[in-house]
């Protein structure tokens, strides 16, 4: 029985995606239990043949090559998987050692209640399992990483339950997948860390407008949650003041250190004022510029330091 899907949306970048599905095969878990989903929406012919050639020797890998336009890849990738869970699995993301099984143990010992998991990789530094009981709780325990794919999974029942001509939201689809089930008893947030990126860079990360996305759009599906009556203005305030550290955040990184990215970083002007405050947002973000400085100090030190080792 296939108790995990792990999904791969991919454009086709090979220095990524063989890497991570190479640190899958060589974990130690039953391939009777778990799946591989791939699915190609980029235009690498070499990646095309490679995958084809790399498929072959391993049973449990699916692979497909869609025409899904940009995020809505990830929905292909669920649509194919078999498994009784459906993992979101970013093309850049090697996994821990042991990972898959922890996965696959968590489902076994889920099943019965089919909470929804958020799995949110440490970047809550909590390293714990937060169990919530209302869908309000957990919205706001998210904050603002209910924008981050890689932490999504989904029973395949409840994926099951959102109408096949449903129509996704172009940015972030998971994010219909993530609060589709807003009446269950039971809802996790789980802060162990199961993965690591192969490059923590954001040079190829897309191209689509940075400040847009996180300023207005992220912002709008919340808002909606708030409006449909699934949670509290508590919760829908608690989460514009996440976007809004975001924004300072990447504000501080693309627009005043001038950190190498592949964003759009436009539409900062235009956006301010739709949700966030433009004055707070850059207080916010130069009371971050000393600690970032020292970082940025401390990482150069560190790299002369390697170099001369």
């Known amino acids: 029985m296939k108790y995990l899907s792990l999904c791969l949306p991919t454009n086709g970048i090979m220095e990524w995606v063989f890497p991570v599905l190479d640190e899958i095969f060589r974990q130690d878990a039953d391939i009777n239990e778990y799946e591989v989903i791939v699915t190609d929406n980029g235009n690498n012919q070499e990646f095309f043949e490679r995958i084809q050639e790399y498929s072959k020797s391993r049973s449990n890998l699916i692979y497909k090559k869609t ?13 194919l998987a078999t498994g009784e869970y459906l993992k979101f699995l970013n093309h850049r993301s090697i ?23 958020y799995f949110s990789n440490g970047t809550l530094k909590s390293e714990k399992r937060q169990t919530f009981g209302s869908f309000d709780e957990f919205v706001r325990g998210l904050g603002h990483y209910a924008s981050w794919t890689t932490g999504v999974g989904v029973w395949k029942t409840d994926f099951e339950k959102i109408p096949t001509n449903h129509v996704y939201n172009k940015i972030s689809p998971h ?4 609060f589709a089930e807003r009446q269950k008893e039971k809802y996790i947030i ?12 954001h040079t190829q990360k897309g191209e689509y407008d940075l400040y847009k996305t996180f300023g207005a759009e992220e912002i709008t599906i919340t808002l909606h949650l708030y409006i449909d009556g699934d949670i ?4 829908l305030k608690h989460v514009m003041r996440a976007y809004e550290n975001l924004i ?3 504000y501080l990184k693309f627009n005043v250190f001038h950190r190498p990215c592949s964003y759009v970083l436009d539409s900062f002007e235009d956006v301010m004022g739709i ?35």
């Open 95 to 117: 996994l821990e050692p042991g990972s898959i099984q922890w996965m696959i143990d968590m489902v076994k010992e889920t099943a019965d209640e089919k909470p929804v998991i």
């Open 67 to 79: 025409n899904a336009f940009l995020f809505e890849n990830q929905i292909e990738a669920l649509r």
């Open 232 to 235: 509290s203005a508590k919760t």
């Open 190 to 201: 789980d802060d162990k860390i199961w993965s690591h990126d192969i490059d923590t860079s």
């Open 248 to 250: 300072a955040d990447f």
């Open 275 to 309: 949700f966030l405050r433009k004055k707070r947002v850059l207080f916010m973000a130069y009371i971050k510029m000393p600690k970032m400085l020292v970082v940025k100090a401390y990482n150069k030190l560190r790299k002369l330091k390697n170099k001369n080792d």
């Open 175 to 178: 994010s219909d997948v993530l």
